[in-house]
């Protein structure tokens, strides 16, 4: 297979612009902006970033570009490492089916602090997530087709934080390129299904894809070479013959609780059940989820801290069971383990269907059974889960209501529409100042 350098990835990285994008791409990107801010606002509470801030304050990384969650400043690399440990900490942000990761997640820190050190609007910004989107996820497509095996989001975040920096500093078509090569070169081909298994703060890799992105343009600016990336081989010339065509930005799903997607349908089923049934956690003799066998193998132990609980099918199912929601409240490292939850656990099975895991990864089903202490018996419909791209429920008010929701320990009512009020309409406004008015919103002891 040949590479061909024709810079078709970077002449689109570097020239397209908003006024290029179909309105429904425009209205999708605000939406993916308030979403990754909702993720960065959680993640600024967890023990992931605090291991971020450390890392960046002890390599001596400080300069004058400010991040969310802290009033301290970094450089570039500094707040692309810090930020990188915030975004994915509570596995709250967007993904895309067919490459089974987070994009949005894995570009965004590096690209946000990008932003700052350029001193650009957040109507810019948001430009700039428009391609960084369709380019990352392109390169996570051929990336799993040429090594053939799962690569998580930490993997393609590489590239896509690339995009996102070199874009925003003013890189040229060669040196974008040089960059690119590097971060494909470089990327940390972080075996997913492992983390599956065994949680931790492994993870989707996002902090090590957003340090490799990021080092990959102060290499390049420091006189480093690269050649080839995979968006330039030959067989794949389709993947950007579509660019300004096709949007992968609308394939996006969004999540509404704070663990792993495959745990999303069983959880929506019973929040429905509960609503509709009105039973309680002690009420139910046995619970039997039905799935596919990637979220089968989801861990179902008890966890003994935030990851644990994040990665696991049983503890968020049993999550819902108790408190009709799975968010930061239940997520957060204090709240880990609950009493209540792990005596529902008990109760849960999980069995693998031929037929979900057939349509699996281009839809991911479960459906629910509820045996209760009066004899009843509970049969949930087959369910996706909520926020899919063809959910017809998903627009930017389920998305803001999503914020609400999601942020209402760290933001008061005020604040939150403040926040969505500046990324929908403030285009003009600098996002050095969006983060200072975040930051100057957030609750410090919650």
Same mark, same amino acid.
Not at 48 to 57: S, T, V
């Given at each position: #297979?040949?590479?061909?350098?024709?810079?078709?990835?970077?002449?689109?990285?570097?020239?397209?612009?908003?006024?290029?994008?179909?309105?429904?791409?425009?209205? !999708?990107?605000?939406?993916?902006?308030?979403?990754?801010? /909702?993720?960065?606002?959680?993640?600024? $509470?967890?023990?992931?970033?605090?291991?971020?801030?450390?890392? /960046?304050?002890?390599?001596? #990384?400080?300069?004058?570009?400010?991040?969310?969650?802290?009033?301290?400043?970094?450089?570039?690399?500094?707040? /692309?490492?810090?930020?990188?440990?915030?975004?994915?900490?509570?596995?709250?942000?967007?993904?895309?089916?067919?490459?089974?990761?987070? &994009?949005?997640?894995?570009?965004? /820190?590096?690209?946000?602090?990008?932003?700052?050190?350029?001193?650009?609007?957040?109507?810019?910004?948001?430009?700039?997530?428009? =391609?960084? *989107?369709?380019?990352?996820?392109?390169?996570?497509?051929?990336? !799993?087709?040429?090594?053939?095996?799962?690569? +998580?989001?930490?993997?393609?975040?590489?590239?896509?934080?690339?995009?996102?920096?070199?874009?925003? %500093?003013?890189?040229?078509?060669?040196?974008?390129?040089?960059?690119?090569?590097?971060?494909?070169?470089?990327?940390?081909?972080?075996?997913? #299904?492992?983390?599956?298994?065994?949680?931790? #703060?492994?993870?989707?890799?996002?902090?090590?894809?957003?340090?490799?992105?990021?080092?990959?343009?102060?290499?390049?600016?420091?006189?480093?070479?690269?050649?080839?990336?995979?968006?330039?081989?030959?067989? $794949?010339?389709? $993947?950007v013959d579509d660019l300004g065509k096709k949007y992968h930005i609308l394939d996006?799903?969004?999540?509404?609780?704070?663990?792993?997607?495959?745990?999303?349908?069983?959880? !929506?089923?019973?929040?429905?059940?509960?609503?509709?049934?009105?039973?309680?956690?002690?009420?139910?003799?046995?619970?039997?989820?039905?799935?596919?066998?990637?979220?089968?193998?989801?861990?179902?132990?008890?966890?003994?801290?935030?990851?644990?609980?994040?990665?696991?099918?049983?503890?968020?199912?049993?999550?819902?069971?108790?408190?009709?929601?799975?968010?930061?409240?239940?997520?957060?490292?204090?709240?880990?383990?609950?009493?209540?939850?792990? @005596?529902?656990?008990?109760?849960? @099975?999980?069995? =693998?269907?031929?037929?979900?895991?057939?349509?699996?990864?281009?839809?991911?089903?479960?459906?629910?059974?509820?045996?209760?202490?009066?004899?009843?018996? %509970?049969?949930?419909?087959? *369910?996706?889960? &909520?926020?899919?791209?063809?959910? @017809?429920?998903?627009?930017?008010?389920?998305?803001?209501?999503?914020?609400?929701?999601?942020?209402?320990?760290?933001?008061?009512?005020? @604040?939150?529409? +403040?926040?969505?009020?500046?990324?929908?309409?403030?285009?003009?406004?600098?996002?050095?100042?969006?983060?200072?008015?975040?930051? !100057?919103?957030?609750?410090?002891?919650?």
């Amino acid at each position: #297979m040949d590479f061909i350098t024709n810079y078709t990835t970077e002449e689109y990285a570097l020239t397209a612009s908003w006024q290029d994008f179909p309105k429904q791409v425009q209205q !999708q990107a605000k939406m993916c902006a308030i979403d990754l801010t /909702a993720a960065l606002i959680l993640g600024s $509470y967890g023990k992931q970033f605090e291991a971020g801030i450390k890392i /960046a304050r002890t390599c001596g #990384m400080t300069g004058e570009i400010g991040i969310i969650g802290s009033n301290e400043k970094f450089n570039l690399l500094g707040a /692309a490492i810090a930020m990188g440990h915030a975004s994915n900490s509570f596995d709250i942000d967007d993904g895309h089916r067919m490459i089974q990761g987070h &994009p949005g997640t894995s570009f965004i /820190a590096g690209t946000l602090a990008a932003a700052c050190q350029k001193n650009i609007t957040i109507g810019q910004f948001i430009e700039t997530l428009v =391609v960084c *989107y369709e380019l990352t996820i392109r390169w996570a497509l051929v990336m !799993q087709q040429d090594y053939k095996f799962l690569h +998580s989001t930490g993997t393609y975040g590489a590239f896509g934080t690339a995009i996102g920096i070199g874009r925003t %500093l003013g890189l040229t078509k060669q040196q974008l390129n040089n960059a690119l090569s590097i971060a494909d070169y470089h990327a940390p081909l972080t075996p997913v #299904m492992r983390a599956v298994e065994y949680p931790s #703060m492994n993870k989707d890799g996002v902090p090590f894809g957003a340090l490799v992105g990021t080092m990959a343009i102060i290499e390049t600016l420091c006189g480093s070479t690269g050649k080839t990336h995979l968006l330039e081989k030959s067989d $794949y010339r389709p $993947y950007v013959d579509d660019l300004g065509k096709k949007y992968h930005i609308l394939d996006l799903y969004f999540k509404p609780y704070t663990c792993c997607r495959w745990a999303h349908q069983p959880i !929506q089923a019973i929040v429905d059940l509960k609503k509709a049934n009105n039973f309680v956690h002690d009420d139910i003799v046995s619970v039997e989820v039905r799935t596919f066998n990637s979220a089968a193998r989801l861990s179902k132990k008890i966890p003994t801290d935030s990851e644990e609980a994040q990665y696991n099918i049983a503890y968020p199912v049993a999550c819902a069971i108790v408190h009709g929601d799975v968010g930061f409240a239940q997520m957060r490292e204090q709240a880990i383990p609950d009493k209540d939850v792990i @005596s529902v656990m008990d109760k849960l @099975s999980f069995v =693998v269907d031929e037929e979900y895991d057939r349509q699996f990864p281009a839809k991911r089903l479960a459906s629910v059974k509820i045996d209760l202490k009066n004899g009843k018996t %509970l049969q949930s419909r087959v *369910y996706e889960a &909520p926020g899919e791209p063809d959910d @017809s429920n998903l627009n930017i008010g389920w998305i803001i209501d999503k914020f609400k929701r999601v942020t209402a320990p760290m933001l008061d009512a005020d @604040s939150q529409s +403040s926040i969505i009020e500046a990324i929908i309409n403030n285009d003009g406004m600098l996002m050095r100042d969006l983060i200072e008015m975040i930051n !100057q919103s957030l609750k410090k002891n919650i």
